[in-house]
Each structure stands twice: as structure tokens, then as C-alpha cells.
């Protein structure tokens, strides 16, 4: 059964239930996700009895609008032999174990509707925002230093970070000010609230990581919630 799709982040709204609770909305806009080609394989799937080697086909998905001409060259020709006139930002695989049937062959859109449906409980992982250098505080949480007995100038820093002569460095991993945020990250428990057809629009329960107009992609978990709009 197919459970993963990769759509557009649009925006945050609101919206309400039918018993009166508001909810906060996260629409996403599903374009196509075309499968650009598929290769069969062996893969290593987990199970309670541990590691098997199971034999399985990979379909490769091209998601993210993209004009054809700005695609790279090889990418562009195995494009062009799947039947699609249209580039793609990315491709990634999705795999189909022996014994399931996904229904999928070269040259296909994914849609919204083969995915998902309203009350399923979903994950979406997605890169969050980059907001450049920071220091400890912003980026970590840090308490900071006093702001009197002569620190007027030290409320931010992040105070020691070695030891002395031994080890005589600083471990790898020590949380200092450095890049913050362009990190890929994952939210669990979200409920698809309501699909739009016509627009290939997806409506979340909740926030998502990522800016308005990145990519995200939906998991299913399987499993579901009962939540009414009042539309």
C-alpha cells in the first residue's frame, strides 16, 4: 500500500470542528509526483525475527515543479523517456516488498487521493528554517552568565568549554554558537483534516518544519482519528 507523498508547504490557517474546537491548519499543495522510472533490487526489511532479505522493486519519484530546461542533462533525457515534459527539484525512491502491489508503472502521477484520506495520522518531515549564525543562547537555550558582579558584558557567553591539560581539547559535539536551523527535522501525530481535489490541496493538524513553498513529505502511519470540519 502506497503511504508516502511529497507535496509544498503553503501557508498556516485555522479552521474549526464541528463540535466547536478550533485547530490549527497547515495547507499543503500535493503536485505531481511522478515515478521517473523503477529498478528491481534486494533490500534488507525489519521484522521481529530480525534482518531479512526480501526481493523488492524500486519506483524512483521526481517531485518539485521545475522548468525542463533547468534540469540536468541526464536527468532531463530519462525525463523525457518516461513520457514528461516538466523537470523535477529532486527524486527520491520508494519501495515496493514481494507480495504488495502499488499499481504504479514508468510514466504515472501519484495523486493525493491514492495516499491519503481524511483521519489518517501522518508524519512529515521537512527542513526546517534557516535563521544563520547564532549563539548559544538562541540556539541552544542557554540560561547565560550573570549580569552584575563585573559581567556586564558576558550575559550571552557560553563560558568554559575544556577541561585542562587532559584531555587538553574540546569534544567533538560541545554546543556552541554556530549554524542554526537548515536541519532536517520530523513531526509525528498529525491528522489530515481535509482534501481539496480540485486544488490537490492537503489540510494538516498542526505546524510543519520548513518555510512557506518548501518541500515536505507525508507518511502515513497507519493509523486514524475521527475529526469533522465544520466546512
Known sequence: M???????????????????????VTKCKVGANMVVGQQATQAVEKSHQGNELKACTIFEIGYGAKK???????????????????????????RQYEGEDFGLKVGD????????????????????????????????GFKGG?????????????????????????????RMPGHYGNETQSVSGLVVLYIDQTQNEVWLSGPVPGF????????????????????
Open 109 to 140: 502521477n501519484v495523486t493525493a487521493g491514492q495516499v491519503l484520506a481524511v483521519g489518517d495520522v501522518v508524519s512529515v518531515q521537512g527542513e526546517s528554517k534557516g535563521r544563520g549564525f547564532a549563539g548559544a543562547v538562541k540556539r541552544h
Open 2 to 24: 502506497l503511504n508516502t507523498i511529497h507535496a509544498t508547504k503553503i501557508g498556516m490557517t485555522q479552521a474549526w470542528s464541528k463540535t466547536g474546537k478550533r485547530l490549527a
Open 68 to 94: 525542463i530546461a533547468n534540469t540536468p542533462k541526464p536527468l532531463r533525457s530519462r525525463l523525457e523517456k518516461s513520457g514528461f515534459s516538466v523537470g523535477v527539484r529532486s527524486v527520491t525512491g520508494m
Open 212 to 231: 512557506n513553498s518548501s518541500s515536505i513529505k507525508i507518511t502515513k502511519t497507519g493509523e486514524k482519528r475521527s475529526i469533522e470540519l465544520n466546512l
Open 146 to 174: 550573570p549580569k552584575t558582579h563585573g559581567q556586564s558584558d558576558r550575559q550571552r557567553a557560553v563560558g568554559a568549554i575544556g577541561c585542562r591539560t587532559t584531555p587538553g581539547r574540546v569534544f567533538p559535539g560541545k
